[in-house]
C-alpha cells in the first residue's frame, strides 16, 4: 500500500506546479503551496492610494460619467477590454475594490452596452491574462487589477 504515489498538479495563468509522492506528502506540499499562494504579496491595485498612480503620470482630468471615461480609452471594441476599463472605473470613480461580475454587468447596463454572453468568462479569461488578481467579495468570487492590468489599461489612454 506504500508505493501508492499521488498526484495534484497546480495551473496558475502559463505557471504550473506538479507535486508527486506519497498521500501524507502530497497533502502537505499542497497545504504550504496553498498558503503560499493566499499570502503572495503581489501589488495589487487596492494598495493605489490615488488616481494619479491608476492613470498616469500625466495630468488627465478624470470625467464624471461612465461612456465619456470608455470613450477617453479609445472605446475599446472588444468586451474583455471593456470589462477592464470599467474596473478601472468601479476602482477609480466608485471606489468599488474588488469588485465582481455583477459590478461588471451594472457597468453594462449604465452605459447601455450589450454585454457578452457570459461576464464571468470574460474576467476569468482577464485574469488569465494576467490582468486581474482573484479575491473574495461577500463571500464570492471577485477580483481587483493587477500591476499587470493597469499598464494595459495606460496603453488604452489617447
Avoid: H
Avoid at 6 to 21: P, Q, S
Avoid at 26 to 51: C, G, W
Avoid at 108 to 127: E, H
Wanted: include cysteine.
Amino acid at each position: 500500500m506504500s508505493d501508492l504515489k499521488y498526484k495534484i498538479r497546480v495551473k496558475i495563468g502559463d505557471r504550473e506546479i506538479e507535486i508527486v509522492g506519497p498521500k501524507e506528502y502530497v497533502d502537505l506540499k499542497y497545504t504550504e503551496l496553498k498558503e503560499e499562494i493566499l499570502n503572495f504579496d503581489m501589488p495589487v491595485p487596492n494598495r493605489v492610494t490615488s488616481q494619479q498612480d491608476t492613470v498616469s503620470e500625466s495630468t488627465i482630468e478624470i470625467p464624471d460619467n461612465l461612456p465619456t471615461f470608455l470613450s477617453m480609452k479609445g472605446n475599446p471594441p472588444g468586451k474583455q477590454d471593456i470589462a477592464l476599463v470599467f474596473a478601472e472605473w468601479l476602482l477609480i470613480k466608485e471606489s468599488i475594490d474588488p469588485f465582481n461580475r455583477t459590478d461588471i454587468s451594472n457597468c453594462f447596463k449604465l452605459t447601455r452596452i450589450p454585454p457578452s454572453k457570459n461576464i464571468a468568462v470574460d474576467l476569468i479569461r482577464l485574469q488569465a491574462k494576467g490582468y486581474l488578481i482573484p479575491d473574495e467579495k461577500e463571500g464570492g468570487l471577485a477580483y481587483r487589477i493587477s500591476k499587470t492590468g493597469i499598464d494595459y489599461l495606460k496603453q488604452m489612454e489617447k
